[in-house]
């Protein structure tokens, strides 16, 4: 069994931070790239941000310049520090790991449950 267990977000003011966390465990034998996803009410789920297990980063437009992903691989840990949020930053956030639970297994793509992020003006 692997999770995904996210951490970190709230309710802060326009133009404030909040840094997420997540954390898999479990049956792990090796993660290549993990990632955030948000999803705001009556909308698709989106791509915030991608981190591989070499440290290259990929940023949705609407974030570069105020969102950092950054990840431990040692703790199979991954961070999204989010500043300047805006209102329309409102969602649910969601980790998730591209993963191999053994030598000779396929990769898997897990997801965590979500954190809300909600942003007033």
């Known amino acids: 069994q692997v999770q995904l267990v996210e951490s970190g977000g709230g309710l802060v003011q326009a133009g404030g931070s909040l840094r997420l966390s997540c954390v898999a465990s479990g049956s792990i034998f090796s993660i290549n790239a993990m990632g955030w996803y948000r999803q705001a009410p009556g909308k698709q789920r989106e791509l915030v941000a991608t981190i591989t297990s070499g440290g290259s980063t990929n940023y949705a437009d609407s974030v570069k310049g105020r969102f950092t992903i950054s990840r431990v691989n040692a703790n199979n840990t991954v961070y999204l520090q989010m500043s300047s949020l805006k209102p329309e930053d409102t969602a649910v956030y969601y980790c998730?790991?591209?993963?191999?639970?053994?030598?000779?297994?396929?990769?898997?793509?897990?997801w965590g449950q979500g954190t809300q992020v909600t942003v007033s003006s």
């Open positions: 998730n790991a591209d993963l191999r639970r053994g030598r000779w297994y396929t990769r898997e793509v897990y």
